[in-house]
């Protein structure tokens, strides 16, 4: 049996993107800076959300002290879907695609370190998405003036997420 580590973060990558992608490989070498072990599943064989979902949930990850969810795009809702079940200590979101026609069931189990971070000029999803879920969860909400792949912030993406993690491990 391999052991449980005591700090996780699994990723959920977008719809067009893979489980490597460039917000991903960034916000990865946060992570490991902060002593969490790193998982990113490729879910690029499906573009169902709810198929995303259960094959999250069938990983069942687990941490001894600290399981942090983060997600872009479908990757959020994927995300944020998979809190009620897993339980994680903290979730992070970039530009969540929440409440579409189809996949607008409200997330459950949204823990209280959550942060939602969304670009003013997203064309893919409203940026009132993301308003929507952080004002529902009394999450942190930060806008930046970027775009939906936040590709042109990754330095303040890594800077929200250290903070997010360091809290997460507290």
Not at 17 to 45: C, F, N
Not at 70 to 94: D, E, I, K, T
């Amino acid at each position: 049996m391999k052991d449980i580590p005591a700090r996780l973060v699994v990723f959920a990558h977008g719809k067009e993107s893979g489980p490597w992608g460039t917000k991903i490989q960034h916000l990865a070498v946060t992570a490991r800076q902060r002593g969490y072990e790193v998982l990113s599943p490729d879910y690029s064989h499906t573009h169902d959300a709810r198929e995303r979902v259960a094959q999250l949930l069938a990983l069942a990850p687990r941490a001894r002290q600290s399981l942090v969810l983060a997600g872009s795009s479908m990757g959020g809702y994927v995300s944020a879907q998979a809190c009620a079940a897993l339980r994680p200590r903290a979730l992070f979101l970039m530009a969540p695609a929440l409440y579409f026609p189809g996949w607008d069931e409200e997330p459950q189990g949204i823990p209280a370190l959550c942060s939602v971070v969304h670009g003013w000029s997203d064309d893919i999803v409203p940026v009132e998405r993301g308003l929507d879920f952080a004002r529902r969860n009394r999450a942190e909400l930060h806008l930046l003036d970027s775009g939906h792949t936040l590709n042109d912030q990754l330095e303040t993406l890594a800077l929200l997420f250290d903070d997010l993690l360091a809290r997460a491990a507290a």
